[in-house]
């Protein structure tokens, strides 16, 4: 059975960082990442890194939030700096096969979602 369990979030300042953390059990080696959803928003992505560890990130990611994996430990991160209120979010990780994501960023499975909230 395939589970993906986030961790990390939280409430935090302005200005602040968080880092998310995912454990992933009964798979390996698949591209991973995030995406969020604000509410009353679509999802959307934040981020992938390959099953190499090479990352990829969505515009309003990038030079703030790092992802990184750790295949030993079947974890993947999200480092977030210099957090903004628009960062609110449910956060939540995915897992895809290489084929699916490569071809049509279609997500195989979904962890279960951690909030963060960004506000003074």
């Known amino acids: 059975q395939v589970q993906l369990v986030e961790s990390g979030g939280g409430l935090v300042q302005p200005g602040g960082s968080l880092r998310l953390s995912c454990a992933a059990s009964g798979i390996s080696m698949y591209f991973m990442g995030w995406f969020r959803q604000a509410p009353g928003k679509q999802r959307e992505l934040v981020g992938a890194i390959t099953n190499g560890g090479i990352p990829n990130y969505a515009d309003s990611a990038k030079g703030r939030f790092t992802i990184s994996r750790d295949n030993a430990k079947n974890m993947v991160y999200l480092q977030m700096n210099s957090l903004k209120v628009e960062d609110t979010a449910a956060y939540f990780c995915?897992?895809?096969?290489?084929?699916?994501?490569?071809?049509?960023?279609?997500?195989?499975?979904w962890g279960q979602g951690t909030q963060v909230t960004v506000s003074s």
């Open positions: 995915f897992a895809a096969t290489a084929s699916h994501w490569v071809v049509g960023k279609r997500v195989d499975y």
